[in-house]
C-alpha cells in the first residue's frame, strides 16, 4: 500500500495548485481519503476529508471556499485544487487514508511554498 503526494511547489499570493495523491496496492473508492498539512513550527492538522463514496467532504475553515477535495476512482487518484492561496497556507501537506478513526497509511508529502 502506497500513497504518493505530488504537485507541490512555489506559488505567487492568489495563485493556484493542484495536488495530488496517487494510491497504489488498494482502491481508494473503498476509503475515506484526508488531506493534512504541516506549517513550520506548527503542528499538523487536518483541513479536508472526502468519503469512500464521494458523498460528503469537510473541509477546514480556514480553507473553505478556496480549496476543493475529489477523487478519481478509475486513475485511484485524490486531489486537492487550492485556488486564492495566501502565505498562511505554505506547509508540507500530505494524503492520509482512514480506517475508521485511524489514518493508517500515510503520502510522503508535498511542500507547498507562498509568497507575499
Known amino acids: 500500500v502506497q500513497l504518493q503526494a505530488s504537485g507541490g511547489g512555489l506559488v505567487q499570493a492568489g495563485g493556484s495548485l493542484r495536488l495530488s495523491c496517487a494510491a497504489s496496492g488498494f482502491s481508494l473508492d473503498f476509503y475515506a481519503i484526508n488531506w493534512f498539512r504541516q506549517a513550520p513550527g506548527k503542528e499538523r492538522e487536518g483541513i479536508s476529508c472526502?468519503?469512500?463514496?464521494?458523498?460528503?467532504?469537510q473541509y477546514l475553515d480556514s480553507v473553505k471556499g478556496r480549496f476543493t477535495i475529489s477523487r478519481d476512482d478509475a486513475k485511484n487518484t485524490l486531489y486537492l485544487q487550492m485556488n486564492g492561496l495566501k502565505p498562511e497556507d505554505t506547509a508540507v501537506y500530505y494524503c492520509a487514508r482512514q480506517f475508521w478513526y485511524l489514518y493508517d497509511y500515510w503520502g510522503q508529502g508535498t511542500l507547498v511554498t507562498v509568497s507575499s
Open positions: 472526502i468519503s469512500s463514496s464521494s458523498t460528503n467532504r
